[in-house]
Each structure stands twice: as structure tokens, then as C-alpha cells.
């Protein structure tokens, strides 16, 4: 079974400029989050989709970031412009239902640093 | 606010010994997961606990959970190199009308010495 994909794996910005990260989740899974991991702490949930609609994004800063799910498959998060503080790895994780039980998949991440 | 706190926050232990993370959470949750993150890595789930006096064991990682007291154990028994990784709880909140999502605890860095 092919797992979340997720690209690019490293990017180097400066601050103030944008950037992109993709993610494709496992097939079938209804549910995809994004989450950021900033060094020595735990995972923060930034985003999480049902299909292609928002059922949570109360700790996204949505002066600067957003995220699509289109077509309720694959999901973009966008830093616009992005400051010292967003540099993190980047994590997306899909499950087939949120969490009721059913394990929920880890893609690999994409690991920002903002100069 | 949620909290969820782990201790310690690093361990380094010998190999053949047996230690004990513990994980303590704010809020009412009856579901309760352990990951593991290798340097680099994404995270792994290793267990799910679902329900008050849950455990689950695998190889020389054993959980369990424990939802009157808001705490959940990870016992490593007899550790080897391999088990060396930083591990997380992490909680979902029950929260009637909620989305259900999963907060993560600080995580425990695990060192085993040979």
C-alpha cells in the first residue's frame, strides 16, 4: 500500500517570501491534516479536511497561511509571506475516518527553513 | 486549554533495563495513541488505546491507559539500541459536537546506551 507522499522534501526561503507544499494521501482516506513540528516539540494540528471541506483551522494563521483540498484527494498548504518562525517540518497525515480508532498515516514531511 | 505533558522529557537508559514514559493529559479522552519519530523521520503509530484499562503490548513496548487518572504508560522492558527514537502520546479530546482532532504531547527522547 503506497503511503502519504508529501513534496519537497527540504526548502530553503527567505522571510517574506512564499511557499508551497504538496500532499497526496493514501487512496480512500476521507480525513487529511496538516500539521507543523517545530524542533524538540510535538506535532501541532493546523488543518484537518473531511473530503474537500475544512472541519478544522482554528490554529492555522490565516493572515499568512492557507490550504486547499481539491477534488478531496490531494491538498496544498501555502506560506505567504513567510517569517523565521514557520521553520518547521511540515507534516500531512491522512485516515480513513478522523480518529476514531483507525490509524491515521504520517507522510514523510517537508522540513522548512526560513533565512 | 488542552495539555498534554509526557516525563520525562528525555531518557537515556542502558541496555536490558526496563523504564516507564508517562504521559498526562487535561481533559476527558477515552482515545489515546503512541508514535514513534526516528531523527529525520515521520511518525509511526505504534499503539491505539481505546477504552479505560486498554493495554497493549508489542515486542518490549507495552501501553496502557488508564482514563479516570488522564494518564497513559509506556513501559520498555529489557531496551535495546533499537528502541532509541523519541516517542509521543498524543489525545483526542471528547468534546460533544467537536471535530476530533489529535493533540500531541511534548514527547520523551529516548537514548539507550549499549
Known amino acids: 500500500e503506497a503511503g502519504v507522499a508529501q513534496s519537497p522534501r527540504y526548502k530553503i526561503i527567505e522571510k517574506r517570501q512564499s511557499v508551497a507544499f504538496w500532499c497526496n494521501p493514501i487512496s480512500g482516506h476521507a480525513t487529511l491534516y496538516w500539521y507543523q513540528q517545530i524542533l524538540g516539540q510535538g506535532p501541532k494540528l493546523l488543518i484537518q479536511f473531511q473530503n474537500n471541506g475544512v472541519v478544522d483551522d482554528s490554529q492555522l494563521p490565516k493572515d499568512r497561511f492557507s490550504a486547499e483540498r481539491l477534488k478531496g484527494v490531494d491538498s496544498t498548504l501555502k506560506i505567504q509571506p513567510a517569517k523565521l518562525e514557520d521553520s518547521a517540518v511540515y507534516l500531512c497525515a491522512s485516515s480513513l475516518e478522523p480518529w476514531t480508532g483507525v490509524k491515521a498515516f504520517f507522510g514523510q514531511g517537508t522540513r522548512l527553513t526560513v533565512v | 486549554e488542552l495539555k498534554v505533558e509526557q516525563n520525562p522529557l528525555f531518557l537515556s537508559m542502558q541496555e536490558g533495563k526496563n523504564y516507564t514514559i508517562y504521559c498526562n493529559y487535561s481533559?476527558?479522552?477515552?482515545?489515546l495513541y503512541w508514535y514513534r519519530q526516528d531523527p529525520g523521520k515521520s511518525l509511526e503509530s505504534l499503539f491505539v488505546l481505546l477504552s479505560n484499562g486498554a493495554v497493549k503490548q508489542e515486542g518490549r513496548l507495552m501501553a496502557s491507559l488508564d482514563t479516570k487518572a488522564r494518564l497513559s504508560t509506556l513501559h520498555i522492558t529489557a531496551a535495546v539500541h533499537d528502541l532509541s527514537a523519541t516517542y509521543f502520546c498524543?489525545?483526542?479530546?471528547?468534546?460533544?459536537?467537536?471535530?476530533?482532532?489529535?493533540?500531541f504531547g511534548t514527547g520523551t527522547l529516548l537514548a539507550v546506551q549499549p
Open positions: 481533559t476527558t479522552s477515552d482515545r
Open positions: 498524543a489525545v483526542v479530546p471528547r468534546k460533544p459536537g467537536a471535530t476530533n482532532k489529535l493533540i
